[in-house]
């Protein structure tokens, strides 16, 4: 099964390789990561999206708690949250068919955040669904190429961590 | 007072209490070196290499409880270190390593003796460090004692840049750690805790298996008074050897794959596991789907991630063993004054009984050729147990580990997890050095004495008088006999062809050289050696080569499918030599 976890870090240089050296050390899958800096500018979230059963996922869990750098792991899939990706994607769709192409992009609620003749790169946030669904429906159009950010994620307010 | 860093690192080593280093000196740590120079309260022990130090750190360690310390310089000095850091790593024990780095501006530049040591060591260190400023260093090396002596012990490394050594700042000695992510759990779960009680008074078949944890958190009082408050058995892996008497009626010596027929019975057989500081091995469980089929398990270990990691448990209690255990003896008192236990244990414990004298751990005693279980069996005696026993890997370990019964916690140094040949005679080595007057042995093979054997040297100039009994059967023995039973007797580069004269290369470096080749010679060389107090010794026992360790588990087997060799003689003809 998938795990959105959601790992509090000490904001030092060297953390980032512990937990991806944990992961391929023991062999789990990170399926996305992204770091940033919270409000205490010592401190770094981690969002990791990661697979596997009950007893890969809890020593996964014990594993990054094991690290000294780690200060906190919460295990998001387990509790109500929000999950967010964004995602570029540069389009280059048939003059006939550019309508069509910023119309959905309408519709998602995305933007078109850079053009050229030939070509479209759409903005578009939201979750994990929403994303592959936008890719799914811009694929006939012609995708030249797409990033994604890999998903964050926050416990929705009130729920107990 | 402003100080170079190089003095701050000595000025923390004092303050953590430490009289020894080992170490090797080059050109990024001379600063440090010299303040080692005429320092009064450090030695620092040279070694010949940079891997023996931190052996020696960690036979120190393991032999003392307090942290062994290593001292290298850059590059290839650091990299040197990383088998005996593993090796720590694996098997839980408490040391720093400090290592020289090239000064930071030049860090990333692949500037003369430059590795990557804090990225080399990251997976087999339980923390390491890079100090970036001389003003962070007291506070790095505080908490580099703190992580590894704390908690479930393991190695850090500190990578120490020339020029923040060469760095002068104002040396101040935090008198507390703080590090948020890391709080060791010590105090078992109570509500658990009550659950184990209740558990062992039901339970008809209890075992106990002890593992290296309970030498760690110094629990050998709490664990006898629960063994023989419960009259519940007592097996002790490789690791926990010296958690309990090896001669106690309760003790059954080692499970898993060379384990006591016994004590693998008494697994495969018991309704109640009471784990306490073991992992779990695979070398311990066997197939792991057919391990203890019909026991509730209790697991008591201070690290969480032990738990669950390799076999269900029914009962877990994150926490240190001492306190646990403690813990549960007391409510087993206040509970259940009245049960009456031998009653309870009486058809569980005479089961086992029958198990010991159906296999005890034997072998053939030959009149023409030394047995290797003779040898060690031999220095068992005429040490009447009182020796710091350190072992290499392979068939001699495991001859160490099944007729050598300690008695005591700290006196078994063997790289059980990573199994590093090698370890065993620098490890001793470091045993030595804190227990000048205490019998040292380590029981070697002819295959892993040459992994370290430049030692001698140390051990000559330092007059450490180790004891080192080669079982020398001109083979890699265990490769042997994995080739034997299991390869078709296609000894593929198993034979080590030229043995080089053990004799000789000890008097070579001044030691002391013996040889027995025949039965009647194994005692006078032992005692021989014995009276050797100023310089080490080697013995050198021509063995028989054909010798197998058993009983044995075949990779992939279950642990109570076992095999016991060549079918006996008639009982009469076989002279057993089972150790009472």
């Given amino acids: 099964m998938r795990h959105t976890i959601s790992v509090l870090v000490e904001n030092k240089f060297g953390v980032l390789t512990r937990v991806a050296g944990l992961f391929s050390g023991r062999g789990y899958n990170i399926e996305s990561l992204s770091v940033g800096e919270t409000i205490d500018p010592q401190l770094s979230i981690m969002t990791i999206v990661t697979t596997g059963d009950d007893q890969i996922i809890e020593q996964i869990t014990k594993q990054l708690n094991k690290l000294i750098d780690v200060i906190k792991v919460v295990d998001l899939t387990e509790i109500d949250h929000v999950e967010r990706e964004m995602v570029l994607v540069k389009v280059a769709p048939k003059q006939e068919d550019k309508a069509e192409v910023l119309r959905l992009t309408e519709i998602f609620r995305g933007r078109v955040v850079d053009s050229s003749p030939r070509t479209y790169t759409v903005e578009i946030t939201g979750d994990e669904k929403k994303i592959e669904a936008f890719i799914e429906l811009m694929k006939p159009f012609g995708i030249k190429e797409f990033v994604r950010t890999g998903k964050i994620a926050i416990a929705r307010e009130g729920v107990k961590k | ?580």
């Fill in chain 2, 1 to 580: 007072m402003k100080m170079l860093g190089a003095q701050i690192v000595i000025e923390c080593l004092k303050k953590e209490g430490v009289k020894h280093i080992f170490g090797y000196p080059g050109g990024v740590v001379l600063n440090i070196f010299d303040f080692l120079y005429d320092d009064k309260d450090i030695q620092l022990i040279l070694t010949r290499h940079e891997q023996g130090a931190v052996h020696a750190a960690d036979g120190y360690a393991r032999s003392t409880g307090k942290p062994g310390v290593a001292l290298v310089t850059s590059g290839p000095g650091a990299t040197n270190t990383v088998t005996g850091i593993a090796t720590a790593y694996m098997d839980s024990i408490p040391i720093i390593v400090f290592s020289g780095q090239v000064p930071t501006k030049l860090i990333g530049n692949d500037a003369f003796q430059e590795a990557d040591i804090v990225g080399i060591t990251r997976p087999c260190t339980k923390h390491n460090y890079l100090v970036k400023d001389v003003k962070d260093l007291a506070r790095i090396i505080r908490e580099a004692f703190y992580i590894a002596t704390s908690g479930r012990p393991g190695p850090v490394l500190i990578d120490l840049p020339k020029d923040v050594t060469s760095d002068k700042t104002q040396f101040v000695w935090p008198e507390h750690v703080s590090l948020r992510g890391y709080n060791p759990k010590y105090e078992g779960n109570k509500w658990m805790i009550k659950q184990a009680a209740h558990a062992i008074q039901k339970a008809k078949r209890a075992v106990i298996i002890a593992g290296g944890g309970v030498i760690h958190s110094a629990a050998t009082k709490e664990l006898k008074e629960l063994a023989e408050y419960t009259q519940i058995p007592v097996i002790m892996t490789l690791m926990g050897l010296g958690a309990f008497p090896g001669t106690h009626k309760l003790a059954l010596g080692m499970p898993g794959m060379h384990g006591s027929y016994y004590a693998n019975m008494a697994i495969q057989n018991s309704d109640l596991l009471i784990a306490v500081g073991m992992r779990f091995d695979d070398r311990v469980t066997g197939r792991i789907n057919d391990f203890a089929p019909h026991a509730k398990i209790i697991h008591i270990d201070i690290d969480p991630s032990s738990i669950r990691k390799n076999v269900r448990v029914d009962i877990p209690i994150v926490g240190d063993a001492r306190r646990v255990l403690k813990g549960l003896v007391n409510v087993l008192k206040e509970e259940e004054a009245k049960n009456q236990w031998d009653e309870i244990r009486k058809a569980w414990l005479k089961q086992i009984n029958k198990w010991k004298k159906e296999h005890p751990l034997s072998y053939e005693y030959d009149e023409n050729v030394i047995k290797p279980q003779f040898v060690v069996e031999k220095l068992y005696e005429l040490t009447k147990g009182d020796a710091i026993v350190a072992t290499e890997v392979g068939q001699n370990q495991m001859w160490a580990a099944q007729f050598f019964k300690l008695s005591r916690p700290r006196s078994w140094l063997t790289s059980g997890g990573l199994g590093t040949m090698g370890y065993g005679f620098p490890a001793a080595m470091g045993a030595q050095v804190a227990h000048p007057d205490k019998t040292v042995i380590d029981i070697a093979g002819d295959g892993s004495i040459q992994m370290n054997i430049q030692e001698l040297a140390t051990c000559v100039l330092y007059k450490l008088p180790v004891k080192v009994a080669i079982l020398n059967n001109g083979y890699l023995g265990m490769v042997r006999q994995w080739q034997e039973l299991f390869f078709k007797e296609r000894y593929s580069y198993s034979h080590l062809d030229t043995v080089p004269d053990f004799v000789k290369v000890a008097e070579a470096y001044g030691a002391v050289g013996l040889r027995a080749e025949h039965p009647s010679e194994v005692e006078p060389v032992i005692k021989e050696a014995l009276k050797v107090k100023d310089r080490p010794v080697f013995m050198d026992f021509i063995v028989d080569w054909k010798e197998k360790v058993f009983p044995m588990v075949p990779a992939g087997a279950a642990i109570h499918e076992m095999m016991f060799g060549e079918e006996k003689k008639s009982k009469k003809e076989q002279k057993l030599r089972a150790v009472k």
